[in-house]
Nanobody
Framework: QVQLVESGGGLVQAGGSLRLSCAVS????????MGWFRQAPGKEREFVSS????????YYADSVKGRFTISRDYAKNTVYLQMNSLKPEDTAVYYC??????????????????????WGQGTQVTVSS
């Protein structure tokens, strides 16, 4: 059974940086499309970024484009979210998600929460003004 464990959240001042990690165990890492989502208090969960199983294709929400970078390390079975120039509105619980993909879908970053079947427990990111 696949497991996802996020880490790296914390409290940071506006303009600062954090790097989130999501360690994946179980299965073949390159068969997983990976994504990051977030949920702020009183709001619905929203897409942040995703990366394809292979090939390195990425996709970002407009709100984080140019500030956040998603990447994955196949040797460590880990996906990262580098977050720079953080803003108070980035405050949320951040969730890592994955979906097993095959064939040509390995080359495509998934974009919707309904596309992902496995989720981590979340890590809190708080950005103070």
């Amino acid at each position: 059974q696949v497991q996802l464990v996020e880490s790296g959240g914390g409290l940071v001042q506006a303009g600062g940086s954090l790097r989130l990690s999501c360690a994946v165990s179980g299965g073949t890492f390159s068969n997983y499309a990976m994504g990051w989502f977030r949920q702020a208090p009183g709001k619905e969960r929203e897409f942040v970024s995703s990366i394809s199983g292979i090939g390195g294709s990425t996709y970002y929400a407009d709100s984080v484009k140019g500030r956040f970078t998603i990447s994955r390390d196949y040797a460590k079975n880990t996906v990262y979210l580098q977050m720079n120039s953080l803003k108070p509105e980035d405050t949320a619980v951040y969730y890592c998600a994955l979906e097993e993909v095959t064939g040509r879908r390995k080359l495509v970053p998934l974009k919707g929460s309904a596309d992902f079947g496995s989720w981590g427990q979340g890590t809190q990111v708080t950005v103070s003004s």
